[in-house]
């Protein structure tokens, strides 16, 4: 894990795909920087690009990425392959899934939504963490937090869906989660971040801790 997260908003910004970026990023106060090689993805990277933005955030924050789309295994090759330090899978793997990339990668997320019926308990399939996002991943569409309230859910656990600045410290104050991660919610134009977004973001969600 990174080191602000002990007793604070962990935040990951997610769907980079400009080494500039990090920098502006790191420099706020985030925790990780998520890259997506999903196919179908407007954000969606080559792995030489995923390599540069990679390369510009080693060892200064976790670096995670973000599939959908492909097998496990295949997905861990490549997270390793491109020096990820995090595989985030996304959607309806299974427990065999996280097994087998398991064996590869060591450190993993679970993304999901609750329009899956998931297991609430991080750590269920052996991840570290456990994100829950809208059921649309990276529609920027906001999703009923209270259903929250009902499910319970706790631990490392991060929210996603819709968040930007002016909604995440809502968003923590009723969820109560353990990290943010925003995508949408921060760019000009579909990949495209917008280096005020990010800023405004990351400082809303410390904000949000006190």
Same mark, same amino acid.
């Not at 925790?31 to 060892?59: E, K, L, Y």
């Not at 750590?123 to 529609?139: H, I």
């Given at each position: 894990?990174?080191?602000?997260?002990?007793?604070?908003?962990?935040?990951?910004?997610?769907?980079? &795909?400009?080494? *500039?970026?990090?920098?502006?990023?790191?420099?706020?106060?985030?925790?990780?920087? =998520?890259?997506?090689?999903?196919?179908?993805?407007?954000?969606?990277?080559?792995?030489? &690009?995923?390599? &540069?933005?990679?390369?510009?955030?080693?060892?200064?924050?976790?670096?995670?990425?973000?599939?959908?789309?492909?097998?496990?295994?295949?997905?861990?090759?490549?997270?390793?392959? @491109?020096?990820?330090?995090?595989?985030?899978?996304? =959607? #309806?793997?299974?427990?065999?899934?996280?097994?087998?990339?398991?064996?590869?990668?060591?450190? @993993?997320?679970?993304?999901?939504?609750?329009?899956?019926?998931?297991?609430?308990?991080?750590?269920?399939?052996? *991840? *570290? #963490?456990?994100?829950?996002?809208?059921?649309?991943?990276?529609?920027?569409?906001?999703?009923?937090?209270?259903?929250?309230?009902?499910?319970?859910?706790?631990?490392?656990?991060?929210?996603?869906?819709?968040?930007?600045? =002016?909604?995440?410290?809502?968003?923590?104050?009723?969820?109560?989660?353990?990290?943010?991660?925003? #995508?949408?919610?921060? *760019?000009?134009?579909?990949?495209?971040?917008?280096?005020?977004?990010?800023?405004?973001?990351?400082?809303?969600?410390?904000?949000?801790? #006190?």
């Amino acid at each position: 894990m990174s080191a602000a997260n002990l007793g604070t908003m962990y935040v990951k910004v997610c769907g980079l &795909t400009r080494p *500039e970026t990090v920098d502006v990023a790191v420099d706020a106060g985030a925790d990780a920087v =998520g890259v997506v090689m999903n196919r179908t993805s407007a954000r969606a990277v080559d792995s030489a &690009t995923a390599r &540069t933005v990679v390369a510009q955030a080693a060892g200064r924050v976790d670096t995670v990425l973000v599939v959908n789309d492909m097998p496990a295994a295949d997905a861990a090759a490549i997270a390793v392959d @491109l020096g990820f330090d995090v595989l985030q899978l996304h =959607g #309806s793997y299974g427990e065999a899934d996280f097994a087998s990339a398991a064996r590869i990668i060591p450190r @993993l997320w679970r993304a999901t939504s609750l329009a899956n019926d998931p297991p609430l308990q991080v750590g269920a399939y052996g *991840e *570290e #963490s456990l994100l829950l996002d809208a059921p649309r991943p990276g529609s920027g569409e906001r999703w009923d937090l209270s259903a929250l309230a009902e499910r319970g859910v706790g631990g490392r656990w991060l929210l996603a869906g819709g968040l930007h600045p =002016g909604n995440v410290a809502d968003a923590i104050a009723q969820a109560r989660p353990w990290g943010v991660d925003t #995508s949408s919610g921060i *760019e000009s134009s579909p990949g495209v971040k917008d280096h005020v977004l990010v800023r405004a973001f990351i400082a809303a969600a410390r904000s949000a801790e #006190s």
